[in-house]
T-cell receptor, first 116, second 114 residues
C-alpha cells in the first residue's frame, strides 16, 4: 500500500511557541490530505482537509488562524500549531487517499505534541 | 453532518472466541465504511472496508456486514488471538461529496485473553 510519513514523530515545546508538522506521501501524489487530532484514549477527530494549491477546509470548531495548513506540493502538507498551549498537547495524524481509489486512506505514523 | 456511533467501548473475549463490534451512522449519503486497528501510540491500520453496493465482505478471520436500510455495519473477528488486542475504529465517509474525509466512531478496546 501507499506510504505516508510524518515529521517529527514527537516534539516538546514551551507554551507560546509555534510547531510545524510535516506530512508526506512517499510513493504517490495526494491532491488532498487530512489532518486529525487524537487525545489519549479518544477517537480521531478530523480537523481539516488540506487541498493542494488552495485553502484548507476546516471542521467546525477548529481555529484556522491557530492551526495553519499549507499544501504547497502534491506530496507535502504542513500543519503549524501557532502559539501552542498545554491544551494543544495531542497526537496529530495525517492521512492521504490512495491515488487509485479516493476511498482508501493511508495514515502517517503520527506526531506526539507536548506543550509545557 | 455525519455522526458515527460505535459499541461497545470495551470488549473482552477469551482466545478462540468471536468478537463483534457494531457501528451506526446517520448520513444516508455515506457510501464507504472502513475499519481500522490501532495499537497504542501507532497509526491506524486499515483492516477491512466495505462499500455501500456490497452487503458483506470477508477476509480470512475478519468480516464486515452492512445494512444500508438500518444504517449500521459490524465487524466480526473469529478465532480471536492475543495479537488481535487493540483499539478498533469504524468510520464512514461520503466519498463523492468530500473526497473521502472520514468520520470515526469512538473506538472499541478489544482485549483477547490467552
Amino acid at each position: 500500500g501507499a506510504v505516508v510519513s510524518q515529521h517529527p514523530s514527537w516534539v516538546i515545546c514551551k507554551s507560546g511557541t509555534s510547531v510545524k508538522i510535516e506530512c508526506r506521501s512517499l510513493d504517490f501524489q495526494a491532491t488532498t490530505m487530512f489532518w486529525y487530532r487524537q487525545f489519549p484514549k479518544q477517537s480521531l477527530m478530523l480537523m481539516a482537509t488540506s487541498n493542494e494549491g488552495s485553502k484548507a477546509t476546516y471542521e467546525q470548531g477548529v481555529e484556522k488562524d491557530k492551526f495553519l495548513i499549507n499544501h504547497a506540493s502534491l506530496t507535502l502538507s504542513t500543519l503549524t500549531v501557532t502559539s501552542a498551549h498545554p491544551e494543544d498537547s495531542s497526537f496529530y495524524i495525517c492521512s492521504a487517499p490512495d491515488s487509485h481509489s479516493t476511498d482508501t486512506q493511508y495514515f502517517g505514523p503520527g506526531t506526539r505534541l507536548t506543550v509545557l | 453532518g455525519e455522526n458515527v456511533e460505535q459499541h461497545p467501548s470495551t470488549l473482552s473475549v477469551q482466545e478462540g472466541d468471536s468478537a463483534v463490534i457494531k457501528c451506526t451512522y446517520s448520513d444516508s449519503a455515506s457510501n464507504y465504511f472502513p475499519w481500522y486497528k490501532q495499537e497504542l501510540g501507532k497509526r491506524p491500520q486499515l483492516i477491512i472496508d466495505i462499500r455501500s453496493n456490497v452487503g458483506e465482505k470477508k477476509d480470512q478471520r475478519i468480516a464486515v456486514t452492512l445494512n444500508k436500510t438500518a444504517k449500521h455495519f459490524s465487524l466480526h473477528i473469529t478465532e480471536t488471538q492475543p495479537e488481535d488486542s487493540a483499539v478498533y475504529f469504524c468510520a464512514a465517509s461520503n466519498h463523492g461529496g468530500s473526497q473521502g474525509n472520514l468520520i470515526f466512531g469512538k473506538g472499541t478496546k478489544l482485549s483477547v485473553k490467552p
